[in-house]
């Protein structure tokens, strides 16, 4: 496979002005005939160069230029283009494929799943469809008829209006929908299948009413509220926040079963993977719940960050990823609660963004070279580059950053755009500079800023000096200074925040402020400052950055109880443990019974005892940073003892606090049983506190403790207090209870695929001994699948992500199974082969013997035989 190099980028030769489509579906093969309305691009020379449209797999059946019939003499096939030579500026180009989606394992393209069809575009899948410009600067209007049997496929869908229909003899009927909008080909999408719709309306800002359906298997009709309150809360905030109205009189959204990501917008028909979308309490986890309101969020907002303004190649996939991921979270943090969707959002990009910065896949927002675009789906693009974004909106302030994506919207409708173009706006409207910050978008690597400081008391001056370096990473070394807003305050020794005024400055803030750190080394001094200060540094976590500050323990007791800003309280929180967890780490390798800092089980004790804390806080700072994130904070980690030592720290303070955690975990137990199941913040906190306060409870091993557990299980009326408990009894020692539970939950809800998903998810996660056995018989599973992404996810995902001592199993076990699984799913379905085997791309990050066992793992993949461009591009990247 070859590179595509961002410097290398043209505009296209020619344009598509319309698309006309028509499938043909049946049971073995589809034919698509396509009708293109061509054009040589009017901003370049008025030359005819050959045209090279993009396919792949498909069979060429009929293929004609202005109604003439086109021999073979006239064109070139390859395995991936069709090339012709034009005669006019301007010509009609129409084609017959003929394709099978039944064979479809890799879901992209046309494909089958559960019966239905359906399609996956984004980005390169336009191309197993029919012979196209598969590029998103390639805008069209479609125009798409589909034919099917009518008793199997009695539901045709595709993008815009519905404007015609009409039956058959033959027991087929079709249907047309017209799309006014251009869009790249990455947008389409058709549906067929025997699916059941759930209604609503929605009254948009200028008073249209758009009618919202969404389009179902009949067994999952009761699933849909939660989606459907999602898209309406997505509707109304993106209008009021963004003032960005819906454009279409019909909003869609299917629901599939087999489906590589989590979803997908395709202009006014957004296809869901089910688990993304499906939920009713008894079967989805509050998780879920959460998860579903901000996917479904996310894919509506991309109608305008996505679809009405596009990217203009795929290096520039943050422009749309990015800014609609910032959006999503502004989204979640004003549905629920905005500290607690920051804490999760700061978890999740540290413990897996910055892993893959830190890894050989590194690549900047804005990359420069990819071999295959779907490996870089990636959480630099999504995570880091919502970062970006956010980073923007700090330094602009809420006012400046609306009219700055107004501006954007604005100027860019129906066109497909760069990164640069959104900068651009921002700066129009802001008046500054931003060519520095830009190198966010250039530069891959997070930054890193070591933070000293000092006090005189003589001169009331107190002096931050910030040094920022960024690590060399694949292909590029000696980073430029980045543009970083550090947010800070200075407490005093009540905890209060000091007023802050610079050496140059007339007078002072109150509260926080942002410093710009623009050079490599900068020195900020404040005056007046009446006494010693705590400084409480990159507040909300104001940049995706690595602070090295040398917080006593003490100072971080009083930062994680007196702390202003929320977050901070719980980075003091998660840092005071990170150093305990570490000190264990080192105590390991010579005792059973390593010493322990009681500090840590002191200021728990305090906080449970603080009545009127947010349980939503309370849980996030009882929860100790991840055996992932632990990983992440050494130069070559021992993951075994990582793991022990977490679990030897959870212990001791799982019997520290029994009595405290006992007495609340049955005051909320009570709570629950007393209030029926409502999705929403306040009840999501005291369930994740309760679940929290019950897996500690269990590291015990009381008796009355696993009958509560057993109780939980039982009696509970949703998924979160159930699975909780069932998660409990598969990493404890009752293993007859465990089992007995797991049955009755299978036999529960056996028809149930999505909950038969965290089932099997649950056992591979399991971290008691034994772990590849048990996952060796989860595959054999009648309900396992290796076709299906969510059985691979739930079981081969979960115990390489997360069944950490069995994973990392010092034979090598646990990597070799990953690699059998790898090399079995490429032939498949290579997105999903790329992606399982990211673990193993991480081998830098572990001890020698680690690193060995799993390079011996890769090299066996790459010499496994053929392998797919996806695979072969994380391959090459990762062996030395
Ligand atoms: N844009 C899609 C992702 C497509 C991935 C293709 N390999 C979903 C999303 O980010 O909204
Ligand atoms: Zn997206």
Redesign the pocket.
Known sequence: PKMIVLSEYRLPDYLIEETHLTFELHESYALVHARLVMQRNPGLDDTLPPLRLDGQQLELVDLALDGQQLSAVEYTLTANSLELQPQRAAFELTSTVRIEPQNNTALEGLYKSSGMFCT?C??EGFRKITYYLDRPDVMSRFTTTIHAEKHSYPVLLSNGNPVASGEEENGRHWVTWEDPFKKPAYLFAIVAGDLWCVEDTFTTMSGREVALRMYVEPENLDKCQHGMDSLKKSMRWDEEKYGREYDLDIFMIVAVNDF??????NKGLNIFNSSCVLAKAETATDAAHQRIESIVA??YF?NWSGNRVTCRDWFQLSLK?GF?VFRDSQFSADMNSAVVKRIEDVAYLRTHQFAEDAGPMAHPVRPEAYMEI?NF?TLTI?EKGAEVVRMLHTLLGEELFRKGSDLYFERHDGQAVTCDDFIAALETVSGSDLTQFKRWYSQAGTPRLAITDSYDAASQTYQLTVKQSCPDTPGQSNKQPFVIPLSMALLNAQGAAMPLQLANESAALTGERVLAVTEAEQTFTFIHVAEQPLPSLLRGFSAPVIMDYDYSRDALVFLLQHDTDGFNRWEAGQQLALQVIEEVVAQIYETDEPMLDTRLAEVFTALLAQDDLDPAMLAEFLALPSTGYIIEQYEHADPLAIHLAREYVSNQLAFALKAPMLERYQALRKVSLETAYVAQAEDFARRRLQNMLLAYLMRTEDLEVMDACLDQFGVADNMTERLAALACLVNSPFVDEAQKALESFAERFADDPLVMDQWFSVQAASLLPGGLERVQHLLHHPDFSIKNPNKVRAVVGAFSTQSTPNFHALDGSGYAFLADKVIELDRLNP?MAARMLSPLTRWQRFDLHQQELMQAQLKRIKNSGELSADLFEVLDKSLP
Do not use: K, L, V
Not at 260 to 265: I, R, S, Y
């Open positions: 996956q984004e980005a590589n990501m989590g979803a997908m917008e996310h894919e991309h990823e609609t779907s789906y999504y997105q």
